[in-house]
């Protein structure tokens, strides 16, 4: 199995991000791979608080620190690519990492008019 780091939103509607970041990490398992999403484990009730600031940037700056333990870092976009997942996938790229953008569509695909991916 190859090692991925998921990049999904978070901040926001907690809602509807944390179910789309479950079905990133069902599709990921799917493909046979071992995805990390950080975001989803550090933000659970008793770990960190994602609306505290530090609390937010010691959760950010954990997930980044798998960066060079995994193969690929996936990027699911269908609900675009928040400021969160820009610096990961920034990182990514300053580490020479692989960055996949990947869509699951069906209820999830991506609204009219949405920066799902930038060039940058």
């Known amino acids: 199995m190859i090692c991925v780091l998921l990049e999904s939103p978070y901040q926001g509607d907690l809602d509807l991000n944390t179910r789309y970041a479950r079905a990133a990490l069902a599709d990921s398992l799917s493909r046979g791979e071992a995805p990390i999403a950080s975001h989803m484990l550090y933000t659970q009730p008793g770990v960190l608080d994602d609306s505290v600031p530090a609390e937010r940037r010691r959760g950010i700056a954990a997930g980044h620190a798998w ?4 193969d690929n870092v996936v990027a699911y976009a269908d609900l675009g690519v928040s400021e969160g997942m820009w610096q990961g996938i920034a990182r990514a790229v300053q580490e020479g990492k ?11 695909a991506a609204p009219p008019g949405c920066n799902c991916e930038r060039d940058d």
Do not use: F, I, T
């Open 67 to 70: 960066m060079d333990r995994v």
């Open 98 to 108: 692989s960055v996949e953008y990947r869509h699951l569509g069906g209820e999830w």
